[in-house]
């Protein structure tokens, strides 16, 4: 079956419905293939359902990559404020979280209807349950063999994703495309991830799961200060999932329990005010009371507070400040938000989106090596990259 279109995009997710109805509203005949039944599953997921769309101080240095220049013209050419504007075209309330983090009101249904309804009105065709079997190039474009037959096109947009929650959809078309027309893909791992614990440091938080509280989360260079939960399997919360973008099983990673004091000025406040009161007492006024209780048993001991001469309080005010953490990996894509790694920016146009190697082939969204923060970043890397890519369409 041969079709008019002069633009197929593979995969219905904020990248690829951004993309196509961008080109489509140039004028654009443009198709997109979802193999699921309903485009924008991750994005009604997200953000606990009201879908943290963007951050208004979004810069290039919240995101990772092989290459972190590579992101800055298509983040610089479609911005959150733009963002915004359509959000609120659409009617659509919303609020400011913490830190620039936008979320709905209500629901994030509302935004992958705002994103239909654009593409509907850019007179874009969405074809859903679509399997995609395999992908030519010959003279006069791209054969794209299909359950629905085969679709013709001069370009083709890859808007996969990353292979995070592969119960949504998830797959690693979108790395098997680019190795088959000569793409590098920086080896992949699971982003934005709880962290595993076993042995004894799984032991060390036994039963506590649910407790949480904020910290500094450090590793390898970077900090990140925000509130860490602990879980049946180990730790999570913002604070981890961010650093776990910065940590690989192997690498030091520590906790600062007292994010917001220094711990040793805070230790000799209490000594000198509550000198009878004992360590642990103390410690369940500066932390959940089941997990200081723990630290105490575990390691720290406790005694009153006029006990402990200089050395022995700053030794104690060190380990609150560097609690090492030693995990023993990640959850994995199970339940990871993005996926590190993947297409090589080397081998793509910045500006465009558009592959090096083979013209008309363009990589958008989390398939490319670029992963952005918690905190609505990714969101707008799949905006601004699928804008890129539906303006050179
Ligand atoms: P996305 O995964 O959205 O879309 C890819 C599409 O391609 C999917 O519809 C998939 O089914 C389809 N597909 C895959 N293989 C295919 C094939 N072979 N043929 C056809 N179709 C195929 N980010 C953020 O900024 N704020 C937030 O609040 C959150 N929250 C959040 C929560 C959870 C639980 C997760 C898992 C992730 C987030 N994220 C997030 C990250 C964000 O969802 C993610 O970065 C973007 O959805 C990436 O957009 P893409 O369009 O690139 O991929």
């Not at 065709?125 to 679509?130: M, P």
Request: net charge neutral.
């Amino acid at each position: 079956m041969t079709t008019p279109d002069d633009v197929i995009v593979i995969g219905g997710g904020a990248a690829g419905l951004m993309c196509a109805m961008t080109a489509g509203a140039r004028g654009r005949r443009v198709r997109v293939l979802e193999h699921t039944n309903r485009c924008g599953k991750k994005i009604l997921m997200s953000g606990g359902g009201r879908c943290n769309f963007t951050n208004t101080g979004t810069t290039p240095a919240q995101f990772l990559s092989a290459n972190p220049h590579f992101c800055k013209s298509a983040l610089a050419r479609y911005t959150p404020a733009q963002f915004i504007a359509l959000v609120e075209r659409h009617g659509i309330a919303y609020h400011e979280k913490e830190l620039g983090q936008l979320f709905c009101d209500a629901s994030s249904r509302q935004i992958v209807q705002m994103l239909l309804d654009e593409n509907a009105a850019a007179g874009v065709r969405i074809d859903t349950g679509c399997e995609v079997q395999g992908v030519e190039r010959g003279d006069d474009g791209f054969r794209v063999s299909t359950s629905l037959g085969t679709l013709h096109a001069p370009s083709l947009v890859i808007a996969t994703g990353g292979l995070s929650i592969p119960r949504m959809g998830a797959t690693g078309f979108g790395f098997d495309i680019a190795r088959q027309f000569g793409h590098g893909v920086v080896a992949t791992r699971a982003g934005l991830v709880p962290l595993t614990l076993t042995g004894k440091p799984a032991d060390v938080l036994a039963d506590l799961s649910g407790v949480a509280m904020p910290v500094e989360a450090h590793a390898n260079g970077m900090a990140f200060r925000n509130f860490l939960l602990i879980t049946h399997r180990g730790v999570s919360g913002p604070a981890i999932l961010q650093i776990s973008n910065y940590w690989q099983p192997g690498d030091a990673l520590h906790i600062d329990l007292l994010p917001d004091g220094d711990a040793l000025d805070i230790l000799r406040a209490q000594q000198a005010a509550r000198p009878a009161a004992e360590l642990r007492t103390v410690l369940a006024d500066l932390l959940p009371k089941r997990f200081a209780q723990r630290l105490c048993e575990t390691g720290f001991g406790s005694r009153p507070m006029r006990q402990y001469d200089a050395p022995a309080l700053r030794d104690i005010a060190t380990r609150l400040q560097r609690w090492p953490l030693v995990a023993s990996g990640t959850e994995g894509y199970r339940t990871a938000e993005v996926t590190l790694g993947g297409v090589d920016t080397n081998g793509l146009s910045s500006s465009t989106m558009q592959s090096r190697l083979v013209p008309g082939l363009y990589f958008i969204g989390e398939v490319v090596d670029v992963t952005g923060w918690l905190g609505g970043y990714n969101f707008q890397w799949a905006w601004a990259s699928g804008h890129a890519a539906g303006m050179a369409v």
